[in-house]
């Protein structure tokens, strides 16, 4: 869906039901479908390519009477994962970090498929129509690999399908994503990206209407996350080479990972005196944390170590009362109270130092 589509599909939904509730309003019906009427949507984070073989070829592969080769040449799948009734093949170039990739998905989608063929799915896939007739996948992608691992695709399923495309796919789809434990990290990531800029357009949207945008508990809520959860996802999203080490393999644990980075981006401010950061210094800091990851030394100056919590300039009287005389607590910072630790003199400073940059600007 294309960007222009998804503003006048949001103009359109604004105009027909209270904008909280585009995400619960949505028409759907549980169906048994074709699984050869079903795409997956090489959109979403969940994907990786792959190409459906029909049961015959499927069990050609399994007795050798079809080569890779054939398989690769009919489908056009180099570079590519072909699935079948009780067959994957990959198809990426041997031993390529693509081919390692793709190895660990067949490993999940395998795993899957033994547990769909000796019991029903709980939480079936979810589709919606295409003009063409057929449907989409919009949510459950390894799910549905794994039938078609298991029961081939002349077969049919149990799916959940939607009336429609639904207004915020990519919003529903990273709900899933920041729900399950067992997906991959770099899915996640990427899910949240592609969600902040559907909820981005939801936003423009919602001021041409001369309404406002949302806040960020109203975005964190929409998103299906605590706060909490939403500034973790804003960090590890904040530098490229963050998420490019995830996309190559990386398995650091999101909140380790976090605390990485704040501590890079603690110590690049105390080295060059400051409290804000502009596009260079983020680029510099983007370069600090590549070297980091790839276990390489920054041979940075030591950080100057701060004798108080109060670095930061407050710009205006406003800000100084707001400060003195209100429960800052309150306010939408995007600071999640309930995890700080206030015996960390690091963290405390932090989101001091971060309350009264919100303060400047607002």
């Given at each position: 869906?294309?960007?222009?589509?998804?503003?006048?599909?949001?103009?359109?939904?604004?105009?027909?039901?209270?904008?909280?509730?585009?995400?619960?309003?949505?028409?759907?019906?549980?169906?048994?479908?074709?699984?050869?009427?079903?795409?997956?949507?090489?959109?979403?984070?969940?994907?990786?390519?792959?190409?459906?073989?029909?049961?015959?070829?499927?069990?050609?592969?399994?007795?050798?009477?079809?080569?890779?080769?054939?398989?690769?040449?009919?489908?056009?799948?180099?570079?590519?994962?072909?699935?079948?009734?009780?067959?994957?093949?990959?198809?990426?170039?041997?031993?390529?970090?693509?081919?390692?990739?793709?190895?660990?998905?067949?490993?999940?989608?395998?795993?899957?498929?033994?547990?769909?063929?000796?019991?029903?799915?709980?939480?079936?896939?979810?589709?919606?129509?295409?003009?063409?007739?057929?449907?989409?996948?919009?949510?459950?992608?390894?799910?549905?690999?794994?039938?078609?691992?298991?029961?081939?695709?002349?077969?049919?399923?149990?799916?959940?399908?939607?009336?429609?495309?639904?207004?915020?796919?990519?919003?529903?789809?990273?709900?899933?994503?920041?729900?399950?434990?067992?997906?991959?990290?770099?899915?996640?990531?990427?899910?949240?990206?592609?969600?902040?800029?559907?909820?981005e357009t939801l936003n423009n949207t919602r001021k041409r209407m001369g309404?406002?945008?949302?806040?960020?508990?109203?975005?964190?809520?929409?998103?299906?996350?605590?706060?909490?959860?939403?500034?973790?996802?804003?960090?590890?999203?904040?530098?490229?080479?963050?998420?490019?080490?995830?996309?190559?393999?990386?398995?650091?644990?999101?909140?380790?990972?976090?605390?990485?980075?704040?501590?890079?981006?603690?110590?690049?401010?105390?080295?060059?005196?400051?409290?804000?950061?502009?596009?260079?210094?983020?680029?510099?800091?983007?370069?600090?944390?590549?070297?980091?990851?790839?276990?390489?030394?920054?041979?940075?100056?030591?950080?100057?170590?701060?004798?108080?919590?109060?670095?930061?300039?407050?710009?205006?009287?406003?800000?100084?009362?707001?400060?003195?005389?209100?429960?800052?607590?309150?306010?939408?910072?995007?600071?999640?109270?309930?995890e700080l630790d206030w015996d960390d003199h690091k963290a405390v400073e932090?989101?001091?130092?971060?309350?009264?940059?919100?303060?400047?600007?607002?």
């Amino acid at each position: 869906m294309n960007t222009v589509s998804l503003a006048q599909n949001l103009a359109a939904a604004l105009n027909a039901v209270d904008a909280d509730r585009l995400l619960i309003e949505q028409p759907y019906d549980y169906k048994s479908v074709f699984i050869s009427r079903v795409h997956p949507d090489t959109t979403n984070p969940r994907f990786f390519p792959a190409v459906m073989m029909s049961d015959l070829h499927a069990l050609q592969m399994l007795e050798r009477k079809l080569t890779k080769q054939q398989l690769i040449t009919r489908y056009d799948a180099k570079d590519k994962v072909v699935i079948g009734k009780g067959c994957i093949v990959n198809c990426f170039e041997y031993g390529t970090n693509e081919w390692k990739k793709a190895n660990q998905s067949i490993e999940s989608i395998t795993e899957l498929a033994a547990n769909v063929a000796v019991s029903e799915i709980i939480q079936v896939p979810t589709i919606y129509p295409l003009e063409s007739g057929d449907y989409q996948i919009l949510t459950g992608h390894r799910r549905f690999f794994a039938l078609v691992f298991a029961n081939g695709i002349n077969s049919a399923a149990h799916f959940k399908v939607y009336d429609k495309c639904p207004v915020l796919p990519k919003t529903k789809q990273f709900q899933e994503n920041a729900s399950r434990e067992d997906l991959p990290q770099y899915g996640k990531l990427q899910a949240f990206e592609d969600a902040l800029l559907e909820i981005e357009t939801l936003n423009n949207t919602r001021k041409r209407m001369g309404n406002k945008a949302l806040t960020v508990r109203q975005t964190a809520s929409t998103l299906g996350i605590s706060m909490g959860a939403f500034d973790n996802y804003n960090v590890l999203t904040r530098y490229p080479a963050v998420v490019k080490a995830y996309a190559d393999g990386c398995s650091t644990p999101f909140i380790q990972m976090k605390k990485l980075i704040l501590k890079i981006e603690s110590d690049y401010k105390l080295e060059f005196d400051k409290n804000i950061l502009n596009a260079i210094d983020k680029k510099n800091i983007n370069e600090r944390i590549t070297k980091h990851l790839n276990g390489e030394t920054t041979n940075n100056t030591p950080p100057k170590k701060k004798s108080s919590y109060f670095q930061v300039k407050i710009k205006s009287v406003s800000a100084l009362k707001t400060l003195l005389t209100s429960n800052v607590t309150e306010l939408e910072t995007g600071i999640c109270w309930d995890e700080l630790d206030w015996d960390d003199h690091k963290a405390v400073e932090e989101t001091f130092n971060k309350i009264v940059e919100f303060l400047n600007k607002v």
